[in-house]
């Protein structure tokens, strides 16, 4: 599991070199930490990597080794910690899929309650942010998602992975016209909700949704076209206290989805 160089090896190593071991060897570690006996091998091999390190001749390195040996994780949380010294001195610019933790998901299928509302996500251009809303609707038992346009669907590799396999989970389909899809949503008796910050839309907390509903949110940077908010039923605005008028689409389909599913269950 863990990357294993030789001891003597990490004498010959910089600065950097040995930071960015450490730190990939770290969260394998972290990425991994269920399987017990992987995780205590890879441990000891790095705990004595360690022991090497503090002998290193550059001052900087041994330094860092002795503050990294002392501090040795000896579990999950104080190994995140570990990880936050490698990532502080090396000043590293982590990307939002570095904090995403696979966990194993056991639980009867059958218990699930399914919410009778859909999403249409419109020209996204974020894996990382489809990926987000995945967790969202299953976490909240949403019926469908629909990938319009050429919003990344889980055949992306950086969707799947920020998804952490709630697409297998979540029914969707892609859509090569976001039209095409509301109208075959309006056909079939779906209420659409588009949420955009217009001057016309109505708050959300005096929506009450449609037994058949599908919220509709758009492109991160250039929001929803007019042809699409046309179709809409309704225009629907979350209502802001700070300077900025906008959140992530991410962040606006989680509130959006928890408040349609808390009062269609109700």
Not at 34 to 39: F, L, P, T, V, Y
Not at 80 to 91: A, N, P, T, Y
Not at 93 to 117: H, Q
Request: aromatic fraction near 8%; glycine fraction near 4%.
């Amino acid at each position: 599991m863990a990357i294993k160089i030789p001891n003597k090896s990490f004498l010959s190593f910089s600065y950097k070199q040995c930071v960015d071991t450490l730190w990939r060897a770290g969260r394998q570690i972290e990425d991994h930490w269920e399987k017990e006996d992987q995780r205590e091998s890879a441990l000891k091999f790095i705990y004595g990597n360690l022991r090497t390190l503090k002998r290193h001749e550059e001052v900087q390195v041994s330094e860092l080794a002795t503050e990294l040996y002392e501090k040795f994780p000896n579990s999950r949380e104080s190994l995140q910690d570990w990880l936050m010294i490698l990532e502080r001195v090396s000043k590293k610019d982590l990307r939002d899929s570095d904090f995403l933790v696979s966990t194993i998901d056991e639980f009867d299928k059958s218990e699930i309650k399914t919410v009778p509302v859909q999403i249409v996500l419109d020209n996204l251009r974020s894996s990382f942010n489809v990926g987000s809303l995945f967790r969202t609707a299953e976490a909240l038992g949403i019926e469908m998602i629909h990938l319009c346009g050429y919003t990344p669907t889980p055949e992306n590799s950086k969707t799947a992975k920020s998804a952490l396999g709630t697409d297998q989970w979540v029914k969707w389909k892609a859509w090569d016209s976001t039209i095409d899809c509301l109208e075959s949503l309006k056909s079939d008796g779906v209420k659409l909700y588009a949420f955009e910050t217009e001057a016309s839309a109505k708050s959300l907390k005096e929506i009450e949704p449609s037994k058949k509903s599908a919220i509709i949110l758009g492109n991160e940077r250039y929001g929803l076209s007019s042809p699409i908010l046309k179709r809409a039923d309704q225009l629907v605005k979350i209502e802001l206290s700070g300077k900025k008028n906008s959140l992530n689409v991410g962040i606006c389909g989680a509130i959006a989805l928890h408040d349609f599913a808390t009062k269609l269950l109700d």
